[in-house]
């Protein structure tokens, strides 16, 4: 079983930024990619971007010259850096690990970017 608990969320002007974090703890060893998703009110859930525990990274296209996936193996926390926000990055961030049988999901974060 694995756990993530997401932070970081908030109410941001356009052009503003915000740094999300996602904390694991569990006991499932397979997990090896931590990745961030996005659920905005009508969408479905998108991918944003993804890291592996040996530091390697994946962006969608269209976030990865804005946001940067980074992870502190010792402090068990994967964080989302995102900058230049727009109203369009309004949605629910959800934290979510890939283990080898089951995936995990967080409870997600709320960010709201004012026009």
């Known amino acids: 079983q694995v756990y993530l608990a997401e932070s970081g969320g908030g109410l941001v002007h356009t052009g503003g930024s915000l740094r999300l974090a996602c904390v694991v703890s569990?006991?499932?060893?397979?997990?090896?990619?931590i990745g961030w998703y996005r659920q905005a009110p009508g969408n479905q859930r998108e991918f944003l971007a993804a890291?592996?525990?040996?530091?390697?990274?994946n962006y969608v296209d269209s976030v990865k010259d804005r946001f940067t996936i980074s992870r502190d193996n010792a402090e068990n926390t994967v964080l989302l850096q995102m900058n230049s926000l727009k109203p369009e990055d309004t949605a629910v961030y959800y934290c979510?690990?890939?283990?080898?049988?089951?995936?995990?999901w967080g409870q997600g974060t709320q960010v709201t970017v004012s026009s």
């Open positions: 569990g006991t499932d060893s397979s997990v090896d990619v």
């Open positions: 979510h690990a890939e283990a080898a049988i089951v995936d995990y």
């Open positions: 890291i592996a525990s040996g530091g390697a990274t």
